[in-house]
């Protein structure tokens, strides 16, 4: 797929990349609840300042290099090519799911494919309807302005979104009170694409206008280690087939925490071993950093062990088990629970959080009847 523009799509700028200041806007997005907590795990999907910068060199820039979410890739694909062969621009698009599964790379990649310049903000840096019209009026034709966290945009900029997206207009309100006046200012045709990891806080006007909608689901360990392998040559790290399987099937199905961890067995393998990352080493690798088989750290397990050993594998409240393990209530809800949950460690019930046969199993317990099959239903069942 070719561009329609002679000039190079700005497709490597990124929050905290090289060269950021260029096409971001705003300052960078504040940490959430939870963040701060769990930005000090290897295996967070939240990115750090050291991710961003390496994040840079290790994206992908064209849509047939994206590894994985082929049937995003696909549909993504006919969206774009649609629209270059129409010579306009394509329609707003909403990428959704959780961190760190390429959601930004996707963003500058359309841009790529499009041959268009990039405009990068995110949504708690457009407080005021004013924020979102000085960029809006800016933008060059087909431009491409990708808004992360878009759930968070505030709500007077959003009300001026919904314009902006179906008419490629916004009103600018001069003056106050009874003698202010909205003076229509038409900006150029553009495109949106906003990205979310809670999709269901978006407002349903909002969501409507996006003419395309994508969910990025969990990579499987073989995806994963394409990534591990492409990464490491762009990084030049000597990697065994085997210890890119080992660091792939400990990445909780998540891009960014499978390049975090090559570049943690990578460390280890360069002043502990040989420098070549074979299995053996990963594994050894990954143990100081306290990271399982199962991709489960330090914190997973105290939540498991919590449950189980404090409160005979539930049910029990969030709360309570997160004064057990030392840590906020939103962090333990947030951070640990979507991977347990999703890796059939815990289930969440009416009555609070319990521990699954697996979780007992894995902590080298035997699970009681109730755990095998307490009968319960589930929350969203």
């Known amino acids: 797929m070719t561009g329609r523009r002679g000039e190079p799509a700005t497709a490597g700028v990124g929050p905290g990349a090289p060269g950021s200041p260029a096409g971001q806007v705003g300052p960078p997005a504040q940490a959430g609840p939870g963040t701060q907590a769990s930005g000090d795990r290897v295996v967070s999907p939240l990115a750090d300042a050291d991710d961003r910068l390496v994040e840079g060199a290790l994206r992908p820039k064209r849509l047939d290099d994206f590894v994985g979410q082929a049937r ?28 760190g599964l390429g959601k930004t ?33 800016t933008l060059s034709e087909g431009e491409v302005m990708f808004i992360d966290e878009i759930h968070r945009v505030a709500r007077p900029a959003e009300e001026m979104l919904y314009l902006a997206m179906e008419d490629f207009r916004v009103d600018v309100v001069i003056g106050k009170g009874p003698g202010a006046t909205a003076i229509p200012l038409d900006i150029a045709p553009f495109t949106l694409v906003g990205a979310t ?53 400990r990445s909780r199905g998540t891009p960014r925490i499978a390049n975090r961890l090559l570049r943690r067995v990578r460390d280890f393998a360069e002043v502990r071993a040989d420098g070549v990352v074979t299995r053996d080493v990963a594994c050894s690798a990954l143990e100081v950093y306290d990271v399982d088989e199962l991709g489960l750290d330090r914190l997973d397990r105290a939540v498991l062990g919590a449950l189980v050993r404090s409160f005979g594998g539930g049910p029990v409240g969030v709360s309570t088990l997160a004064v057990a393990v030392g840590e906020e209530a939103s962090t333990v809800e947030e951070v640990c629970e979507p991977y347990l949950v999703r890796a059939g460690m815990l289930a969440r019930t009416p009555r609070g959080r319990v521990a699954t046969a697996a979780a007992w199993r894995h902590l080298g317990l035997r699970p009681p009847e109730r755990a095998v099959n307490d009968g319960s239903p589930m929350l969203f069942d």
């Not at 041959?115 to 309807?129: D, N």
């Open 197 to 249: 990891t809670r999709a269901g806080l978006l407002p349903a006007p909002l969501r409507d206008r996006f003419g395309f909608t994508a969910y990025l689901d969990f990579y499987e360990p073989a995806e994963l280690g394409v990534i591990v392998r492409r990464s490491a040559g762009l990084l030049g790290v000597a990697l065994r087939d085997d210890g890119a399987d080992e660091i792939a099937g």
């Open 105 to 137: 790379t996707m963003a500058m990649i359309i841009a790529a494919e499009m041959g268009t310049p990039l405009r990068i903000t995110s949504g708690p840096a457009i407080e005021r309807a004013g924020d979102l019209a000085s960029v809006l009026s």
């Open 72 to 99: 995003v890739r696909e549909q993504l694909s006919l969206v774009l090519e649609g629209a270059l062969r129409r010579g306009r621009a394509p329609d707003h698009v909403l990428l959704s799911g959780p961190p």
